[in-house]
């Protein structure tokens, strides 16, 4: 099993540089078939609105990721620890090519969040989570697409919290410029097309290098 803190806790994935992208070919079109887990008092609506502002960004590479509805549920525990422990605990299964745990709001995050709020105003220091993505196969992910606090729009959005986790489901690390994550989109959408790679299946490459061609060896580094 994955180790609790063997996932991408998030700063930046860099800056875009459109010189720079348009000067790689990312090749034909490509699509990714995400299993969305909905936790209780996320609806299918508010998914498919935040997979549309995903898709935005994605037609840049000219990808597109479509939401494949797995399971809704209440949350397996409190910590983005707990929810990636459920997530270790299933297995990449088709037509899934990636797992994401779109995390709702409860009466426990109301409180915690005004307690993060004091924290922030008294020393500056921002403790929330907002997502991550598992670093040994870049396969599974969760994000919270509820947000409610001032401190929480100030910073972010579900929006821009899915866009830069979707980088990292796509093998990007973090960087100050985007130049590395581009060749790492190219590089994915690329083995994607090589024989030796699953039918049907959209590979994961990690930003060490380390490529998964089939389902089979993303479960097996569990």
């Known amino acids: 099993m994955f180790g609790l803190l063997l996932f991408v806790r998030c700063t930046t994935v860099g800056f875009h540089s459109e010189a720079k992208r348009s000067a790689i070919d990312f090749g034909s079109f490509a699509e990714i078939k995400i299993?969305?887990?909905?936790?209780?008092?996320?609806?299918?609506?508010?998914?498919?609105?935040?997979?549309?502002?995903?898709?935005?960004?994605?037609?840049l590479y000219s990808i597109k990721v479509v939401p494949i509805p797995y399971?809704?549920?209440?949350?397996?525990?409190?910590?983005?620890?707990?929810?990636?422990?459920?997530?270790y605990?299933?297995?990449?299964?088709?037509p899934c090519d990636r797992i994401l745990y779109l995390k709702g709001r409860t009466l426990g995050d109301l409180v915690y969040e005004?307690?993060?709020?004091?924290?922030?105003?008294?020393?500056?220091?921002?403790?929330e989570i907002h997502g991550a993505v598992d670093s040994k196969t870049h396969s599974r992910g969760y994000i919270?697409?509820?947000?409610?606090?001032?401190?929480?729009?100030?910073?972010?959005?579900?929006?821009?919290?899915?866009?830069?986790e979707g980088y990292h489901l796509l093998g990007c690390g973090h960087q100050l410029f985007m130049e590395e994550c581009y060749i790492q989109i190219?590089?994915?959408?690329?083995l994607a097309r090589e024989k030796e790679t699953e039918p049907g299946f959209f590979?994961?490459?990690?930003?060490?290098?380390?490529?998964?061609?089939?389902?089979?060896?993303?479960?097996?580094?569990e």
């Open 71 to 87: 399971r809704k549920m209440e949350r397996p525990g409190f910590t983005g620890g707990a929810i990636f422990s459920y997530l």
């Open 114 to 127: 005004f307690f993060t709020l004091g924290i922030f105003l008294g020393v500056g220091l921002k403790l």
């Open 203 to 221: 590979p994961s490459i990690t930003p060490e290098g380390k490529k998964f061609k089939n389902r089979e060896a993303i479960n097996s580094e």
């Open 186 to 190: 190219q590089k994915v959408k690329t």
């Open 144 to 164: 919270k697409s509820k947000y409610i606090s001032t401190l929480q729009i100030l910073f972010t959005s579900p929006e821009s919290t899915l866009v830069h």
């Open 35 to 59: 299993c969305t887990i909905l936790e209780t008092g996320v609806s299918e609506e508010e998914t498919n609105k935040l997979f549309d502002y995903w898709n935005e960004e994605l037609n």
């Open 89 to 94: 605990t299933l297995d990449l299964e088709p």
